[in-house]
């Protein structure tokens, strides 16, 4: 089981930059990749960025320009770089952490989230 913990959302105008981290902690056989979603009120939760465990990166288009997913594998963090931000860009970001655990049953990919964090970008 892991944990996560997101931090860095906030206020903020169009055109400025926010940077989230989270924060991953527990055990887990093996880590696939780590991911920011987001979740505006009555709309789905979307993908916004992922890395994978090799470190090659996959991002929405409306964000590909905008936003820069990375990590820290010393500290156990993950951030997103949002840069020009948007008005549209605001919802409730969550961290993702998909990884494989395994016991005597045998082993299972599991998805992992963050409690999310609140970007709301003025115009």
């Known amino acids: 089981q892991v944990q996560l913990v997101e931090s860095g959302g906030g206020l903020v105008q169009a055109g400025g930059s926010l940077r989230l981290s989270c924060a991953a902690s527990?055990?887990?056989?093996?880590?696939?990749?780590m991911a920011w979603y987001r979740q505006a009120p009555g709309k789905q939760r979307e993908l916004v960025a992922s890395?994978?465990?090799?470190?090659?990166?996959n991002y929405a288009d409306s964000v590909k320009d905008r936003f820069t997913i990375s990590r820290d594998n010393a500290k156990n963090m993950v951030y997103l770089q949002m840069n020009s931000l948007k008005p549209e860009d605001t919802a409730v970001y969550y961290c993702?952490?998909?990884?494989?655990?395994?016991?005597?049953?045998?082993?299972?990919?599991?998805?992992?989230w963050g409690q999310g964090t609140q970007v709301t970008v003025s115009s």
């Open positions: 890395i994978t465990n090799d470190g090659s990166t």
């Open positions: 993702n952490l998909e990884g494989t655990d395994c016991s005597a049953a045998g082993c299972f990919n599991n998805d992992y």
């Open positions: 527990g055990s887990i056989f093996s880590i696939n990749a």
